[in-house]
């Protein structure tokens, strides 16, 4: 496996299965009431956050005090950022403290290439700009196959803002390397125009492609993106994009429904569909914690689990 985790492209099949296989593993760690292990004992991990999140922070975090890390949680808001530090002098500076692996989220797609030139410890994508974020795409494969078994041939749905989203770009290279079908719909102006070179279809009809998915992934609409008018209105959007009870009602009845949060409870996805029995939107965020110990793990080379 490479030294980072940067996109879900640079994965091979065997790299993303060895993932997906050591993550169900460690899933056996994370039931137990001691949930600790002493994998990463005196390694040091950076959490670089320059750009909001919840989830993703609170799980890497979690992922490597499970493996007995040290954590560093750096956030840009309250650091020498808002002074106006740049990237290159924030890195040099971790790189001063012997950080083992950097966790990195920004707003520009390709800021952990950059990094990965100026330190010598693993990079591990969190989310770039409107780029990619591998982990949340592992840790969506991780909940498929825990929910449908294998995914080779699975059919899979994406929905919604794929222009400004790096949990579609980074899902769809990696489902299509575990040999998954993946379609994206949306409206054509929240489609970027390089779509047409991704390995997937494309539909602009959610109700026709629903009774054919085994899964079915909204996304969020990202508003704090958005510089212009992609749609008429959120009512317009909602009637044609948005799974809603109907839309909900013409799926298998074994497929399931993923978002990778924050949800818009209403707009992309109905309140009831969000909390039904069908849905793994807690699983994911459970799963989360798991992909990243598996990750964190792979790349810093502990030895065994
Ligand atoms: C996503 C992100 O930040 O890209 N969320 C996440 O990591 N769980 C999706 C989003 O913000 O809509």
């Known amino acids: 496996m490479n030294r980072h985790l ?32 002493p994998t990463l004992r005196g390694r040091t991990v950076v959490n670089l956050f320059f750009e909001d999140s919840t989830r993703t922070r609170i799980s890497f975090e979690a992922a490597a005090k499970r493996l007995s890390a040290d954590v560093i949680n750096f956030s840009a808001k309250g650091s020498s950022v808002s002074k106006g530090e740049s990237l290159k002098d924030t890195a040099l500076t971790l790189e001063a403290m012997g950080a083992d692996a950097v966790v990195i989220r920004h707003s520009a797609s390709g800021a952990p290439y950059r990094l990965a030139t100026w330190v010598h410890g693993s990079v591990v994508n969190a989310g770039d700009g409107t780029h990619e974020h591998p982990t949340q795409a592992l840790l969506d494969a991780f909940s498929m196959r825990r929910r449908l078994g294998s995914l080779e041939g699975r059919k899979v749905t994406i929905v919604g803002d794929v222009l400004h989203s790096r949990v579609a770009r980074s899902n769809v290279l990696l489902l299509h390397t ?58 317009e959007y909602s009637r044609r994009y948005g799974l809603d009870r109907d839309r909900f009602a013409k799926l298998p009845d074994d497929a399931i429904v993923m978002h990778p949060g924050p949800m818009n409870r209403g707009m992309e996805i109905a309140a009831e569909v969000a909390d039904s029995a069908r849905s793994t939107i807690v699983e994911q965020v459970a799963n989360g914690v798991t992909i990243r110990m598996a990750v964190l793990y792979l790349l810093l080379g502990g030895e065994t689990a």
Request: charged share 25%; net charge negative; proline share 7%.
């Open 178 to 235: 575990l040999g998954a079908e993946v379609t994206l719909v949306a409206p054509p102006t929240l489609l970027p125009v390089s779509v047409g070179a991704w390995p997937c279809e494309v539909s602009y009809d959610l109700d026709a492609v629903l009774p054919k998915s085994d899964a079915v992934m909204m996304l969020r609409v990202q508003k704090e993106r958005m510089n212009a008018a992609y749609f008429p209105s959120e009512r």
């Open 6 to 37: 940067i996109s879900a492209g640079d994965l091979a099949k065997d790299d993303a299965l060895l993932i997906l296989d050591t993550a169900e593993e460690l899933a056996r760690v994370s039931e137990r009431s001691i949930k600790k292990l």
